[in-house]
């Protein structure tokens, strides 16, 4: 069964600190995602990651993926406050139920304070 | 502009009241999928399909209903709601591995 884990679940930072939100899963699978929620919004694409190694950044945010070890990382750098958001790994992949789709983490959600 | 819609947004119902949510993508996307997302629990999938009249089920099925007689349309049908389908719902198209998510569902049972 496919299992997906993020920590932390919930993350306060102040603006200008560095973070990292990681994700675990427990299976192999073909692809990673990353998505950004605001409240009361819908899922935001933030990186596709594709294979080992694989490394994409896209302004303070850089995403990892260590296939072998069957860990993402979500690196902030210099945070600032419209980084505020809750924020999802996903798995592509079978998951318990043999259903053929995503199987999201819980998220976490970051609250980056002045 | 290529997009997932949903209706309706907002919907507030009682226990029992059957009720449909409809999805339409216009990216001519065959694979569609159903996702309900509860406070810290994530995105679980309800249902999702392959392509037409082929549709299969996601990790929560129960008490929901899929048709898909359509490429670009996938409703989700609540036959006899209940307080515990409270939920956000999500519909979603893929295509060569990326998602391409609807608005939300915000859906109350009373």
């Known amino acids: 069964e496919l299992k997906v884990e993020q920590n932390p679940l919930f993350l306060s930072m102040q603006e200008g600190k560095n973070y990292t939100i990681y994700c675990n899963y427990s299976?192999?699978?073909?692809?990673l995602y990353w998505y950004r929620q605001d409240p009361g919004k819908s899922l935001e694409s933030l990186f596709v990651?594709?294979?080992?190694?694989a490394v994409k950044q896209e302004g303070r945010l850089m995403a990892s993926l260590d296939t072998k070890a069957r860990l993402s990382t979500l690196h902030i750098t210099a945070a600032v406050h419209d980084l505020s958001a809750t924020y999802f790994c996903?798995?592509?992949?079978?998951?318990?139920?043999?259903?053929?789709?995503?199987?999201f983490g819980k998220g976490t959600h970051l609250i980056i304070q002045p | 502009e290529a997009q997932v819609t949903q209706n309706p947004r907002y919907l507030i119902t009682v226990t029992g009241k059957k009720l449909t949510v409809t999805c339409s993508q216009n990216m001519n996307h065959e694979y569609m999928s159903w996702y309900r997302q509860d406070p810290g629990l994530g995105l679980r999938q309800i249902y999702y399909?392959?392509?037409?009249?082929?549709?299969d089920k996601g990790d929560v099925p129960e008490g929901y209903k899929v048709s898909r007689k359509e490429k670009r349309n996938f409703p989700l049908i609540l036959e006899s709601p209940s307080p515990n389908q409270t939920s956000l719902y999500f519909c979603?198209?893929?295509?060569?591995?990326?998602?391409?998510f609807g608005p939300g569902t915000r859906l109350t049972v009373t």
């Open positions: 399909s392959m392509n037409v009249e082929v549709t």
């Open positions: 979603a198209s893929r295509y060569l591995g990326e998602q391409y």
């Open positions: 996903a798995v592509d992949g079978y998951s318990g139920g043999g259903a053929d789709g995503l199987t």
């Open positions: 990651l594709l294979s080992n190694g």
């Open positions: 299976t192999t699978s073909d692809r």
